[in-house]
């Protein structure tokens, strides 16, 4: 074996429920979670927790950089399907004008099909092209993104124009709100879609590691995340049309109790967050042979001083695109494949960027809303005490973590050593921010719409815990 080579066969015996269970679990309540804080940073909560779950399962012995640049990508991939909008075409499914139109209800979930299909693809394809040992370098992943990105460009230009409300022109093939529709909705704002230029981008990315890099598993996993969001997003929609649609089946029996408390649009991204995390689960079981750590892992990265420099560049970027109301910026750096640019190509190239992306990085958002809703939207917490615990204290913890876990990694720690305790760290961050978001909604106080949502996010997160503590390495990394 070549040096810092990891012989993973024996990580290949992995139970099929293992990676199905708890990657659907990890996938419900991160996608659950983002239902709160939104976009393309609000997915990836979702696209972290599973990759962390996967590359736990099954990157045991593996270089823990190798594992954190795995998990990154998978992270950083989910975010690119957030630009697209959605709600118009959930509208179609389950609006009160709307219900008893079948044509409607087929449209919208054929559009929620294509919407959420691209979504997970993109989760697929990442994550797969950080295992399937091919070493894609800083370069290489820059030149990709900005061919990702005119690609959708183009993709926009054929599928998604052209587009003037204000004459009742839209695309030929439109999944939001729609005057064909509702014709006499004098108020119907149709929203601008892009799924048309994901989708080219996506294919792009699929033929890109399929014909150039030869890339099997990055492949595969593209698809079992097509799979996964093409079933997901309708399927979990489903629950709430058929909510909307049969109101008087609501009425009675223990529904009279339990109805006024249910959050059916929270319920539909959990469903379809636990649906798409099975699909890759069950696709990454399927294509584990071709999972393998590429060796020379420390070999070529960027200099320290670039990945801080380009750390700090893109956490201000996003300040200042979710935060600040910078007109430019946010209409830039909102839109995922622009936001990718930079973590995409220094989570490849560099050494510190896969730590800092799987805990700071992914946080600071979620931190801030947090904030933001506790502290300003509707006060409930001192803005000195909101600060420091939703904001402060978390991100001075991942930063510490990611530091101290870059160093480990350094001196040759593997992926357990890694992929544990971050799965544990993440899990219950992330639930404790979004319970306070929640206004700490604890199952023996008075029922809100938001109890049921919060105690299936519990048994998530202690279903994370269990997968967390399941099994040491079998084989680890040969000198």
Not at 325 to 332: D, F, K, Q, T, Y
Not at 335 to 356: D, N, S
Not at 388 to 394: D, E, R
Request: with cysteine; aromatic share 16%; net charge positive.
């Amino acid at each position: 074996m070549m040096p810092n080579e990891t012989n993973n066969h024996l990580e290949r015996d992995v139970s099929w429920w293992q990676p199905v269970l708890f990657a659907a679990m990890a996938g419900g309540m991160g996608w659950g979670i983002r239902g709160q804080y939104g976009h393309e940073t609000g997915a990836m909560i979702a696209g972290l927790l599973v990759s962390l779950v996967l590359t736990h399962l099954f990157c045991k012995s593996a270089p823990a950089l190798w594992v954190a640049r795995a998990a990154a990508l998978g992270t950083a991939g989910i975010c690119f399907g957030g630009s697209m909008t959605y709600g118009q075409t959930v509208g179609l499914t389950h609006d009160l004008g709307l219900v008893g139109n079948w044509a409607a209800l087929r449209w919208g979930m054929l559009g929620l099909s294509i919407k959420g299909a691209v979504w997970i693809g993109f989760a697929g394809v990442f994550l797969g092209m950080g295992l399937g040992g091919i070493r894609y370098r800083f370069r290489d992943m820059l030149l990709l993104m900005f061919a990702l990105l005119g690609a959708c460009y183009i993709g926009i230009e054929i599928f998604n124009n052209p587009f003037d409300p204000d004459h009742r022109i839209l695309p030929r093939i439109y999944f939001s709100g729609d005057w064909y529709w509702q014709p006499d909705k004098a108020d119907l704002l149709p929203r601008r879609e892009c799924w048309g230029g994901l989708w080219l981008a996506l294919l792009a990315a699929i033929a890109y590691v399929s014909w150039f890099q030869k890339d099997r598993l990055a492949r595969n996993l593209a698809f079992w995340g097509i799979l996964g969001g093409a079933i997901g997003f309708p399927l979990g929609q489903s629950l709430q049309a058929y909510h909307a649609w049969n109101l008087d089946l609501f009425k009675e029996g223990f529904w009279v109790t339990l109805d006024p408390c249910m959050n059916w649009w929270n319920w539909m991204e959990t469903t379809f967050g636990a649906t798409m995390g099975a699909s890759l689960g069950l696709g990454l079981w399927l294509n584990r042979k071709h999972i393998r750590p590429y060796p020379d892992v420390e070999k070529d990265v960027i200099p320290s001083g670039i990945e801080w420099t380009l750390f700090a560049v893109h956490v201000a970027f996003l300040v200042g695109a979710e935060f600040l109301g910078l007109g430019v910026l946010e209409r830039l750096y909102g839109f995922g494949l622009i936001m990718g640019i930079i973590p995409m190509a220094a989570i490849v190239g560099g050494r510190w960027w896969p730590y800092l992306l799987v805990l700071p990085v992914t946080l600071v958002p979620i931190t801030g809303k947090t904030v933001r809703e506790l502290v300003y939207n509707r006060p409930v917490v001192d803005p000195m005490l909101g600060w420091t615990v939703y904001l402060i204290i978390p991100l001075l913890i991942a930063l510490a973590a990611s530091v101290w876990f870059a160093q480990k990694g350094k001196a040759g720690q593997v992926g357990f050593g890694f992929t544990r305790p971050v799965l544990l760290l993440n899990t219950w961050l992330y639930f404790f921010l979004n319970f306070a978001f929640f206004r700490y909604p604890w199952p023996w106080a008075e029922w809100t719409v938001r109890t049921p949502n919060a105690i299936v996010f519990t048994i998530c997160a202690l279903g994370l815990t269990v997968a967390a503590f399941m099994g040491r390495p079998k084989r680890s990394v040969v000198p």
